[in-house]
């Protein structure tokens, strides 16, 4: 299996955040945390929490037409473009450090202006973890993945349909090769 591809995921990212495009931020949130899943990539895992965060903030009309929204998106994308930066010379510690300041900036705009008692940060750890859950991982393994706290991720596995999905009727090896083809399908 190829190794996670920083700098590619963070490119899309930057451009998809940027324009904005929704569709491609939510599109990379649940293709790269599946890839985060099968290779148990922590780091991974933090750009598709990004991913799916600034997705969810631009759709949400109170906070893009915000005073405080162009500040926050230039450091978010300021920490993106870091990230960047770092995986092009393959710092990974350097790396995750401009992943979790930009982590910090979506949930301190979120905590300011979300209307919400449990953040968008915790949804998102939640809504990712059980994504990676579905592709495989043990319930511990989700949530250490996305920093998802197992008793939440629980609750809101049992409040989906998730396990009452039917069983694919191909085997193990048919479903990586297919899983393969749409990644490299969804790369330029």
């Known amino acids: 299996m190829k190794e996670f591809d920083f700098q590619k995921n963070l490119e899309k990212l930057e451009r998809a955040f940027e324009k904005p495009d929704i569709f491609e931020l939510k599109w990379l949130s649940n293709s790269i945390i599946r ?3 099968f290779e148990n990539n922590k780091a991974a895992a933090k750009i598709a929490i990004i991913a799916y965060c600034l997705y969810k903030l631009l759709t949400k009309e109170h ?3 915000n005073r405080n929204w162009k ?5 978010i994308s300021k920490n993106i473009d870091s990230a960047l930066r770092a995986a092009r010379q393959k710092d990974y510690l350097e790396l995750e450090k401009k992943l979790d300041l930009a982590l910090k900036g ?5 905590k300011d202006l979300g209307f919400f008692l449990t953040s968008l940060f915790d949804k998102a750890k939640i809504k990712l973890a059980s994504t990676a859950y579905v592709t495989g991982l043990s319930l511990g393994q989700a949530a250490e993945l996305t920093g998802a706290d197992k008793k939440q991720l629980l ?4 409040n989906t349909t998730i396990n009452e999905e ?3 009727k191909i ?5 990586i090769e297919k899983i393969k083809n749409s990644f490299l399908k969804r790369s330029p």
């Open 35 to 37: 890839e985060a899943g």
């Open 63 to 65: 906070i893009i037409k």
């Open 71 to 75: 500040n926050v998106k230039k450091s």
């Open 106 to 110: 979506v949930d301190e705009i979120d």
């Open 155 to 158: 609750q809101y596995l049992g």
């Open 166 to 168: 039917k069983i694919p």
């Open 171 to 175: 085997g193990i090896a048919e479903r």
